[in-house]
């Protein structure tokens, strides 16, 4: 991860508290300026009269600047869980509001004249972490004052992002996110592929090392909203900030040819595991008619149907990290029940990881090969846990075909380095691999092993290892699985076997024919079975 002040990282946290927290204020707060008041200060600003510098007023911002910062870091400090943190900028939110109203209501917007330069950088940063109506209202007047230079261009870009989402847009820079069962959410941003090249204009490092630094600094896993939480705001879209901030701040800029994927189908292919809500045993076999699939609440037509008998491809992913050092003979033992577990049909690969990423045995129906190759399982090293599975879906699992089911069944503690204390981890970002596997219509079945020990220092690092492996059964339909202990594994892998056997094939090529990219939300049901309950992924990218 790239060096960044501590400037830079209290700026980060301002920039990532989450944007639908803005209307919480009350609205007698947020309507404190009127339009009088604006062009008052947007004379101000433009005025280049000589004022003298208010040192109290000055020292005033300051103060309440570092105060804001101060309480933050001390909730991300003690450690609290999610739900407490949002609570703690909310309540932060209201109060900088309170606080910066009167000011600017007797002294006007305090640029570099009036307080200095530290000064309408406090002033400003108070202002990003106040009422939305605040922020709207004063836009033409951020607008000049970032002209003459009196503000930042990666505080402005911050600002404008925070108003194109309140507004129902999709943000330009990136900066904004918020946090949403126990993940920070980056929310959607206008043609991501040259994020990078508007950030650099605005003196903003490159979006990955940001996702990093905002992933260290709350100490919470980081992934990409789908869409669902663009237009969750009380406000209605504002045309004139869709208008101020839309695309005109980049002409030119065209998408990248290879910027929305083409696919040479649009049948929507789905793998559906069904189960009792009362005995999870499995159930009797059921027809394409029993199944009604949804697209965004629209029902669809299943063109496409497979029984539980279809075979699979399956690949199993086993953590050699320093976690699991000690119990190789055991490791092997529980790898080749889980080969001689498997359906005659189904072909097996093996592979290994710490640090690096090794294929023990590559994909084959070889059942004498598969449990040869065992003997190889060894080493040990750090836990690039997520570079480990996106190397498995890009060069170990098979290709998407209709008559064979795709599998990785995944054994790990899931503590990646990258969110962890004991190195630099995975190069790969967990957002991006999120979105590789919500691409992918392969399952992600993790089997949790459990080396946390009971050790406090480590309590977070774990819950967020459950967390992000989780996801990843979610994403892709799959299910999860826990072990003690490695001795557990051999009962755990049988039973995943025996499970994989419930996982039918639907498809259907939906009514909405357009492929603009946008995220699809899915939902399966067995209307004449209501003791039955289903699990595949939640939608797709229709690209």
Avoid at 27 to 41: E, F, P, S, T, Y
Avoid at 444 to 471: H, S, W
Wanted: net charge positive; with cysteine; aromatic share 8%.
């Amino acid at each position: 991860m790239q060096t960044v002040s501590l400037k830079t990282i209290l700026t980060i946290l301002l920039a990532a508290t989450p944007a639908s927290l803005f209307s919480d204020v009350v609205r007698g707060q947020a309507r404190c300026l009127n339009d009088d008041d604006v062009k008052r200060m947007l004379a101000q600003v433009n005025s280049s009269g000589n004022v003298s510098v208010n040192k109290k007023l000055r020292n005033t911002l300051l103060k309440l600047k570092a105060q804001d910062q101060k309480s933050l870091q001390e909730s991300i400090n003690e450690d609290r869980k999610a739900d407490g943190l949002l609570e703690q900028m909310r309540a932060s939110r209201n109060k900088n509001t309170a606080q910066l109203c009167p000011i600017l209501k007797e002294f006007g917007w305090p640029d570099a004249g009036l307080v200095g330069r530290d000064g309408a950088a406090a002033a400003f940063f108070l202002l990003k972490n106040t009422a939305l109506g605040l922020q709207r209202a004063l836009l033409p007047v951020i607008i000049e004052a970032t002209k003459k230079g009196e503000l930042e261009r990666e505080d402005f870009a911050g600002y404008i992002d925070r108003l194109r989402l309140s507004a129902g847009l999709k943000q330009l820079f990136g900066t904004q996110a918020t946090i949403k069962n126990g993940f920070i959410v980056l929310y959607p941003i206008e043609a991501e592929a040259h994020v990078d090249d508007r950030r650099r204009q605005y003196d903003l490092m490159p979006l990955a090392g940001y996702i990093r630094v905002l992933e260290k600094v709350y100490r919470l896993p980081l992934v990409r909203s789908t869409g669902q939480l663009t237009n969750l705001f009380v406000e209605k879209p504002n045309s004139a900030i869709a208008k101020t901030t839309g695309a005109s701040l980049f002409e030119g800029e065209a998408v990248a040819e290879d910027e929305v994927l083409r696919i040479e189908t649009n049948l929507v292919n789905l793998n559906v595991s069904v189960y009792s809500n009362k005995l999870k045993t499995r159930v009797s076999a059921l027809e394409q008619k029993d199944f009604t699939v949804f697209e965004d609440g629209r029902q669809e037509t299943i063109t496409f149907f497979a029984s539980t008998d279809v075979p699979c491809d399956l690949v199993l992913l086993i953590d050699l990290s320093a976690s699991t050092s000690g119990k190789r003979d055991l490791i092997r033992q529980t790898t080749q029940r889980f080969i001689e577990a498997a359906r005659p049909a189904d072909r097996l690969a093996i592979v290994t990881f710490s640090d690096t990423t090794n294929v023990i045995s590559p994909l084959t129906g070889d059942r004498k090969q598969l449990l040869e190759s065992t003997a190889k399982i060894e080493g040990t090293g750090a836990s690039n846990v997520w570079d480990a599975l996106k190397f498995t879906l890009d060069q170990v699992v098979g290709p998407r075909t209709l008559d064979r089911r795709r599998a990785v069944v995944f054994m790990t503690d899931g503590v990646d380095n990258a969110l962890g204390v004991w190195g630099i981890g995975s190069k790969i970002l967990f957002a991006d691999l999120v979105e590789a596997v919500r691409r992918s219509d392969t399952l992600i079945i993790p089997i949790y092993l459990d080396t946390e020990g009971g050790n406090p220092v480590f309590k977070r690092f774990y819950e967020n290892a459950r967390k992000t492996l989780a996801m990843l059964a979610e994403e892709s339909g799959g299910l999860y699985y826990t072990a003690r202990k490695i001795e557990d594994l051999g009962e755990v892998y049988a039973q995943v076997i025996e499970d994989l056997a419930k996982v039918y094939s639907l498809g259907y090529q939906p009514t909405n024919a357009k492929r603009d990219g946008s995220w699809r939300t899915v939902k399966i049901q067995i209307p004449r079975h209501p003791d039955l309950i289903t699990q595949a992924r939640p939608g797709y990218y229709a690209r």
